[in-house]
């Protein structure tokens, strides 16, 4: 950037609220900025410039009208654009365990406003599906009542990953043979969400199982009630789009799948 334009940019900082004083060392200083930004994004200096400018203004405006009008602030709360922060913990709760999650409530502060308010977290175990290829190219499938919705539906195997077990893989293989009664090889974790991510703090990971074969029967609980279903693979696309399987977590881990398989060699 030569002189001319450093001296342009110098009624320029004025007029976004500057010190005069300070704008030819803050023109130097915007120039460096804005190359070095350009090289970190990909944008010409121009825009990098635009982008600093832009930011510088909004910080004067905001220093301006905090002198004008100052406002006491309560203790641990953030400005308005200081982005979102985390909401410190103030406290929790046990409120019961119910088998499969336990409830607490846990109280927090806002950040932004100071305002403490309770929430309710359900802690699960950590869950695992499988995504399971036959050598024939199938992808096996689970059919199975669900009561939360009192309806009979299609989904991958999978379950609730046991105390002390921490390998997704192993419990996803565990969970596989099980539930359908194959077995495979090449088992890897393609993928991991967290369910509902407003009232439940565990994750669900995405196991595929490739060249999968039936090698025994089927290991139930006495509360499950599963018939096995083999569909090709390419047929997964499909199996969503109608609603064939619309459990989300089995959503999800198809999709898992389809990335994988763009990038797979």
């Known amino acids: 950037m030569d ?7 110098v009624p320029v900082l004025e007029g976004l609220g500057c010190p005069p004083a300070k704008c030819p060392e803050m023109a130097r200083q915007l120039h460096r900025r804005s190359l070095q930004l350009a090289e970190a994004t ?3 200096q121009t ?5 600093l400018l832009r930011a510088m203004a909004g910080g004067w405006a905001a220093q301006a009208r905090a002198s004008e009008t100052p406002e006491p602030r309560e203790s641990g709360v953030e400005p308005a654009d200081a982005g979102v922060r985390p909401w410190p913990d103030l406290g929790q709760e046990t409120l019961g365990d119910y088998r499969v ?6 109280r927090r502060r806002s950040p932004r406003n100071g305002v403490e308010r309770d929430f309710y977290v359900m802690d699960c175990a950590d869950w695992v599906n499988v995504v399971a290829i036959t050598v024939d190219g199938d992808l096996v499938l689970v059919e199975q009542f669900r009561h939360g919705v009192a309806a009979v539906e299609l989904e ?5 990953m046991d105390p002390g077990e921490t390998d997704p893989v192993a419990a996803g293989l565990r969970e596989l043979r099980e539930e359908t009664g194959y077995a495979g090889e090449g088992a890897v974790e393609i993928g991991c969400v967290l369910p509902n991510s407003a009232l439940q703090s565990n994750r669900c990971r995405t196991v595929l199982v490739r060249n999968c074969r039936k090698v025994g029967d089927l290991e139930l609980d006495d509360s499950e009630d599963i018939a096995v279903r083999l569909v090709p693979a390419a047929e997964i696309p499909s199996l969503v789009t109608r609603g064939t399987v619309r459990h989300s977590l089995a959503v999800a881990a198809l999709y898992h799948y389809e990335l994988w398989a763009r990038s797979a060699p």
């Open 42 to 44: 990909g944008r010409s």
């Open 3 to 9: 002189t001319e334009t450093l001296d342009a940019l």
């Open 156 to 160: 991958v195997p999978g379950g609730i």
């Open 47 to 51: 825009e990098a410039l635009g982008h």
């Open 101 to 106: 999650f336990r409830l607490r409530s846990v």
